[in-house]
């Protein structure tokens, strides 16, 4: 189930709602005026650059280690 930010654009005020509450909120007010952000989906962005970042630390600490051991192994 996604969470929703919801920002009226003229008075700024934030309503946090999950997905069956924002189609309640819109029938009764008129989507033009607000601004809606899945929370949900930027949850799962974040977590997806974090995991990229440690995927880099993982690859470049396998490509260090290989090229130690390979100038031991030979010089």
């Known amino acids: 189930m996604n969470n929703y930010k919801i920002t ?16 309640n909120f819109f029938k009764k007010n008129k989507v033009q005026n607000y601004n809606i952000i899945n929370l949900s989906e930027l949850k799962r962005i ?6 990229d970042n440690i995927a ?3 690859f470049f600490g396998a490509f260090l280690l290989t090229t130690i051991l ?6």
């Open 8 to 23: 009226n654009l003229r008075t700024n005020k934030n309503y946090f709602l999950n997905e069956e509450e924002k189609t």
């Open 46 to 51: 974040r977590r997806n650059k974090i995991l």
């Open 70 to 75: 390979i100038i031991e192994k030979y010089y």
């Open 56 to 58: 880099l630390v993982c």
